[in-house]
């Protein structure tokens, strides 16, 4: 099973940038849907990008588009996620995920991940 770690969380103010990292072990990225959520204080936890590895293919959640880009590493076996024009509604914690569903087909299902990461905290002030 796949181990992950997410980093490069931090406090920034509104219209600013963060890039996430999530190093991933024990497994290589190649074959793989890669996701990335987050979960806001009182709210669910909510997919917001994910890329097909094989493929490089992503995929946004409608409110990040244009916003955040996810790419990855395959020689560092990292996936990021660039997120630029942060709002304080982008504030919440951020995990990175890991699938075998092929394509990414439903990438937004938790259900679908079977490992995850410890989380990193993401906030925006205004």
């Known amino acids: 099973q796949v181990q992950l770690v997410e980093s490069g969380g931090g406090s920034v103010q509104a219209g600013g940038s963060l890039r996430l990292s999530c190093a991933a072990s024990g497994s290589s990225l190649s074959n793989k849907c890669m996701g990335w959520f987050r979960q806001a204080p009182g709210k669910e936890r909510e997919g917001v990008a994910a890329?097909?590895?094989?493929?490089?293919?992503?995929y946004y959640t409608d409110s990040v588009k244009g916003r955040f880009t996810i790419s990855q590493d395959n020689a560092k076996n990292t996936v990021y996620l660039q997120m630029n024009s942060l709002k304080p509604e982008d504030t919440a914690m951020y995990y990175c995920a890991a699938s075998y569903m092929y394509a990414c087909s439903s990438w937004s299902n938790q259900s679908e991940y079977n490992s995850w990461g410890q989380g990193t905290q993401v906030t925006v002030s205004s």
């Open positions: 890329i097909y590895t094989n493929h490089a293919r992503t």
